[in-house]
């Protein structure tokens, strides 16, 4: 689909790059977008959690609320990321006393790419606690 040119000027074009420096690809992002409408997008073509990722620009790590265009190369419409797939915060929600925090935290760890589900198996396993069998907290 073609846009007008007008419509392309409002975009940012953000290459998304892997840490080990792999370009994953260039994704179009309205100028009042935010990282955490990014994370959304990078989410829904890449299959990972916004739980799981990190956005770098050079070693700074970026907050959800910052504004993409503050990314951009000497004012212009371009910006390079580095996207880090991070299972921390959501092995530390699995630990979470909150039923919900626990669920959530599952929920999008089963959403990772199928490259990604022995890892993920493992991390969540590493946080199930034994539960008695019924019959002894019968007794």
């Given at each position: ?11 940012l074009?953000i290459?998304?790059y892997s840490?080990?420096g792999d370009?994953?690809g260039l ?9 955490s ?12 959690p ?7 620009v050079?070693?700074l790590?970026l ?7 503050k990314c951009c190369?000497?004012g212009s419409a ?9 299972l921390?915060e959501?092995?530390k929600s699995l630990?979470?006393p909150?039923w919900e925090?626990?669920?959530s935290?599952a ?5 990772m790419d199928q490259q990604n589900?022995?890892?993920i ?7 199930l606690?034994p ?6 907290m019968l007794?």
């Open positions: 689909m073609n846009m007008p040119a007008s419509a392309m000027l409002d975009l074009q290459s998304v840490m080990g370009y994953k994704l179009q992002m309205p100028q009042e977008a935010t990282v409408s990014l994370k959304k997008v990078i989410a829904d073509k890449w299959q990972i916004i739980l799981c990722q990190k956005l770098l050079d070693s790590i907050d959800d609320n910052d504004k993409l265009v190369i000497d371009n910006a390079a990321v580095n996207l880090v797939v991070s921390d959501a092995c630990d979470s909150v925090t626990c669920h935290a929920l999008a760890l089963s959403q589900k022995t890892c198996v493992a991390a969540i396993a590493s946080h606690k539960v008695k069998p019924a019959r002894a007794q």
